[in-house]
């Protein structure tokens, strides 16, 4: 979705702008934009598609002066993609700049309003409101004007604002929408995310809800809509630079895939203490534990496809009832959740709108609310009762791979607390799982290193229209992110069936030729998975085949790609790993733009 980023100090604020856009690219936008200050009046460059534009347009930022400015990518929302609706945009005298991350719910009444008193606005957007007001409330108070901007404003925003007449001042402030102040040496930064601004600063105020920045060049000041000063906490940011750099692949999909092995083993060892599994994040008693009826998942996209996993997982070791909910299906349907509920929020960004607000509806209803978290600070992870954080670093490339792995891996850790303080997992299975989950690290290397094979059955169906992924039980939850996956990066149509399901109407669209990749690695339903390949085999259908070493015989069935046996909870994170491939090796043949499809955002905090 969009970034902010923004730079004040003794340096020429073009260039830096620049960089910190191309490091928000991954993001997903559709244009971009950048307004200095040169002393006098508010220059702005703005320009459909890539950074690269506008580096071209600007001459890599060194064609305007000016020491203060502010830089946008735009995910459209209100207007379509252009250069005019990109931002920054102006008030009509050109006296204000402002870039928006968010939605201004009530902009038409606002400019409604605004229009009726004889304001002209240029664009689209809900954003220039912003900036039409600040100009239509100004009475030469910059601080004053934004609060009073702010108190008509209804929706969400992170917001950078400056002024024709503070050329030392850059205006911050947060709603629903995350925002970072970088601090430097006689510079100051302001981001939507750390990635903008690590290459000069690891230093950092979180913004929190109706805080006010004020950033000059030798420091910051925050305070609230009432003018008072608040003292906020620095934070360090520990990443590793080269974390958010393609390190030599081609891609940071492909980097992120192969990351994989490490990233779970550093969200699962740190929580595996001789044998046992620590979570000292969850504050839950086996007394409150117990209490609970219903497990509620909700997340969005492919977070959600690991709650239908978490699912069939937590359903068979602990023995509740659980429901994985789409978020944004949950929000608005009055659910029947309360206080003995548990629900478990899973969100790689922990900005996402849907997850978030449903998170928040599920809290009003009385439910102990933990999440599972990527981004360390993000709004979900502060707002939820318990956070466990998956620790899989930056993840750059639009579609997830190892936030995805990642949070498989917690939902594991989660099985296995839980099953040993309900008893409903033996000691002796629970000392197997828990040596079978420390070694899933090297089991996950050993599939990696089958990609050429992949690559192969890649090669053989890129060409295709329609792809279709079956399986049962976790095997079906995992055809969804294959299904998935394939379809954000490749473009190429695909449906994920529960194989039983073929019958009562898919079938019909399978014909000569058509692509079915069938997972076959569930031990208890594999007659049955078999039964479903040879159904549409027998219409046509060219398989391909996920299964388990110790079942050579599924060879027979169409181009099968064998992963190492292990027990049946484990067994989506090797099963995934071909699927990430295959959609990979796939979009990379048919030439599309892998690690920011076209249309999809990294952090979807929008509605
Ligand atoms: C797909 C993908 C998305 C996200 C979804 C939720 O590859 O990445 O479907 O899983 O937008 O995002 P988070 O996990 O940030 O809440």
């Given amino acids: 979705m969009c970034g902010i980023v923004g730079y004040i100090g003794f340096e020429q604020a073009g260039p830096f702008l620049l960089d910190g856009l191309q490091a928000l690219e991954y993001r997903g936008y559709d244009s971009a934009g950048i307004c200095l200050n040169d002393g006098s009046k508010l220059i702005v460059k703005k320009a459909k598609g890539k950074v690269f534009d506008l580096r071209t347009l600007t001459h890599d930022g060194h064609d305007t002066k000016g020491t203060v400015g502010i830089g946008h990518t735009r995910w459209a929302t209100h207007g379509e993609p252009s250069d005019v609706n990109a931002h920054p945009h102006l008030s009509e005298s050109g006296r204000f700049a402002v870039v928006h991350n968010g939605i201004i719910e009530n902009y038409q009444q606002l400019k409604n309003y605004l229009t009726a008193k004889g304001v002209v606005f240029r664009s689209m957007t809900d954003t220039e409101v912003i900036a039409q007001l600040m100009e239509y409330y100004y009475k030469g108070d910059l601080i004053e004007t934004v609060i009073r901007v702010l108190e008509k404003l209804d929706g969400s925003y992170a917001l950078g604002v400056i002024s024709q007449e503070n050329p030392d001042e850059i205006i911050a402030v947060r709603k629903e929408s995350p925002l970072i102040i970088g601090l430097g040496e006689n510079e100051n930064f302001l981001a939507s995310d750390v990635t903008a601004i690590l290459s000069k600063t690891r230093t950092i105020y979180r913004m929190e809800n109706d805080e006010i920045a004020i950033l000059g060049r030798e420091g910051v000041k925050i305070i609230n809509t009432d003018k008072e000063e608040i003292h906020k906490e620095i934070e360090t940011i520990d990443w590793d630079v080269n974390a958010a750099q393609k390190g030599g692949y081609e891609h940071f999909m492909f980097k992120e895939i192969m990351e994989q092995p490490k990233a779970i083993s550093d969200t699962i060892a740190p929580r595996i203490k001789n044998g046992r599994v620590v979570l000292d994040e969850v504050n839950l008693s086996a007394e409150e534990l117990k209490q609970f009826n219903k497990i509620n998942i909700l997340a969005c996209g ?72 990527n981004v360390v600070g993000s709004s979900i992870a502060v707002e939820s009762d318990d956070v466990i954080y998956t620790w899989a670093g930056p993840e750059i490339a639009v579609a997830t791979t190892k936030a995805y792995s990642t949070q498989l891996a917690v939902v594991y850790l989660l099985a296995l607390y839980f099953g040993d303080m309900l008893g409903t997992v033996v000691p002796d299975e629970y000392k197997a799982l828990v040596q079978e989950l420390e070694d899933l690290p090297n089991k996950i290397e050993t599939v990696l290193e089958n990609k050429e094979r992949i690559q192969y059955l890649a090669s053989k169906l890129f060409n295709s229209k329609d792809v279709f992924f079956i399986g049962r039980n976790i095997d079906y939850a995992l055809s969804l992110e294959g299904s998935l996956k394939l379809k954000e990066i490749s473009y190429i149509h695909s449906e994920a069936y529960a194989a039983g399901e073929l019958k009562h109407g898919t079938i019909s669209l399978i014909e000569e030729g058509t692509p079915v990749i069938a997972l076959a690695t569930h031990e208890e339903l594999i007659a049955k998975i078999v039964s479903n390949i040879e159904e549409v085999k027998t219409r046509g259908a060219q398989v391909m085949c996920i299964a388990c070493d110790n079942h050579k015989e599924l060879e027979r069935v169409g181009e099968t790609i064998f992963i190492p046996r292990v027990c049946d909870m484990l067994l989506p994170s090797l099963a995934v790993i071909p699927l990430q491939l295959f959609a990979y090796y796939v979009a990379s043949l048919k030439g599309c733009d892998i690690d920011q499809p076209r249309n999809l955002a990294k952090s979807v905090t929008v509605e």
């Fill in 302 to 373: 492919s977070a959600y496809h690991v709650g239908v996993v978490a699912k069939y997982i937590f359903e068979k070791m602990l023995r509740i009832p659980v429901e994985a909910d789409l978020a944004s299906e949950f929000r608005y349907r009055d659910p029947i959740v309360n206080e003995k509920t548990l629900t478990i929020v899973i969100s790689q960004s922990g900005e996402t709108a849907d997850t978030k607000e449903a998170m928040k509806e599920a809290q009003r209803r009385g439910s102990h609310v933990i999440s599972i978290v």
